[in-house]
């Protein structure tokens, strides 16, 4: 079994405190937003065999199990986070398989450089990912029914945000939906700036409802994102709490702690708050415009004491173990590969003891006893 030792990503919307706070560590003044655990190439965790990456490459049968290869190929279909967002994210949205194959596909042949920043498919893979909060967390998930984003839109005031109004109130839902999304970001940038610092300003006197778009704005002054915002559901999870977010669902996360999991792929199409480019047209293709709840994830557990929040991808399965004190041994040996991280308390893995942010590899069929008093989290794949 190997212990991990993770990069800490500084993307600038990251919190300054919160991973060092898990980990124990003194804050360096600078935004700390993801801790990667995997074998994604942009940052593999390291080991004592090498980076994780080099020792499932090495011998992937040995390492992920023959089954687990014959399914998804000879690496490690997730990539594992903590995810501290200090401010909000970009607000986004990702393709099914289909169009990701084809969109990656279609830039090979036009040769797109991967890395220019107007390339939209770094991969050909689907980005389906879960985030399962750790203190309070809050995100934008789905679209909001048309009918309640009117009458948020029509209680802040602003004249110029009457067209979006009244298109929400007379169209059906997915065009009432595509029509607005469509009209916010191709919108005169002059005219947009001035539309989103009165809404803004709306926003952050009458408070309540609106505060969280307030805030976005106060990150993202001018940006037609902050109205986009406006037409996704508003998503507080408490600890323990989860979101599933699968394919072109329009989602941003906003302020919390959260542990993140997710298929290996970089695909993501911005619809907003971000300097990034917006490929408008590709974007509205992604997303589905159709409303409906968030649907909070809770843990549903099974008579072994493992909690599992369930998804309707097989790439990944999150799942935790809480052992209060006195709790007899565990064994969560598997036939396929697995990450465990502490999040809370001391457990032992094996013969490793982990504390809160350690995590270790396990591979396919690797003897992994649990024990102690904490939270620990499994990331494994569904065969």
Request: charged share 20%; proline share 9%; net charge negative.
């Amino acid at each position: 079994m190997d212990r991990l030792d993770n990069t800490v990503r500084p993307y600038a919307w990251g919190s300054t405190t919160a991973i060092p706070a898990l980990l124990g560590t003194e804050p360096t003044g600078e935004p700390q937003a993801e801790m990667w655990m995997g074998a994604h190439p942009g940052a593999p965790s390291r080991t004592g065999r090498g980076t994780l990456a080099e020792v499932v490459d090495a011998a992937p049968e040995r390492e992920l199990g023959a089954a687990s290869v014959a399914k998804f190929g000879p690496r490690l279909p997730f990539l594992l986070k903590l995810l501290a967002a200090g401010a909000p994210l970009s607000l986004q949205v990702h393709p099914d398989l289909a169009q990701a194959r084809a969109g990656y596909e279609d830039e090979e042949r036009r040769g797109v450089p991967l890395d220019a920043p107007h390339r939209n498919y770094k991969d050909a893979n689907h980005k389906p990912e879960l985030i399962c909060a750790l203190t309070e967390f809050d995100g934008l998930c789905g679209f909001r029914p048309p009918a309640e984003t009117a009458d948020l839109l029509d209680g802040l005031g602003v004249a110029s945000l009457k067209p979006y109004v009244d298109l929400l109130r007379a169209h059906p839902e997915d065009a009432a939906l595509r029509e607005v999304l469509t009209a916010v970001l191709t919108a005169d940038p002059e005219e947009m700036s001035r539309t989103v610092t009165e809404t803004a300003a709306a926003c952050d006197r009458l408070g309540g409802a609106y505060a969280p778009y307030a805030d976005i704005a106060h990150h993202y002054p001018g940006d037609p994102g902050v109205l986009a915002a406006m037409l996704l559901n508003h998503v507080r999870l408490q600890p323990g709490e989860a979101l599933y977010l699968g394919a072109g669902i329009p989602h941003a996360y906003l302020n919390g702690l959260g542990v993140e999991i997710m298929a290996n792929s970089d695909n993501v199409l911005r619809c907003g708050l971000t300097p990034k480019h917006v490929d408008v047209p590709e974007l509205l293709r992604i997303v589905r415009f159709e409303a409906g709840d968030p649907g909070v994830l809770r843990p549903e557990a099974s008579p072994d004491g493992e909690e599992v929040y369930e998804t309707p991808i097989d790439e990944f399965r999150l799942s935790r173990h809480v052992l209060p004190e006195g709790t007899a041994a565990r064994d969560l040996t598997l036939p396929t590969p697995q990450i465990l991280l502490c999040t809370a308390g001391t457990v032992r893995v094996g013969e490793h003891e982990l504390t809160p942010g350690q995590s270790v590899f396990a591979a396919a069929d690797e003897k992994a006893e649990v024990s102690g008093t904490g939270t620990l989290f499994r990331a494994t794949v569904l065969l």
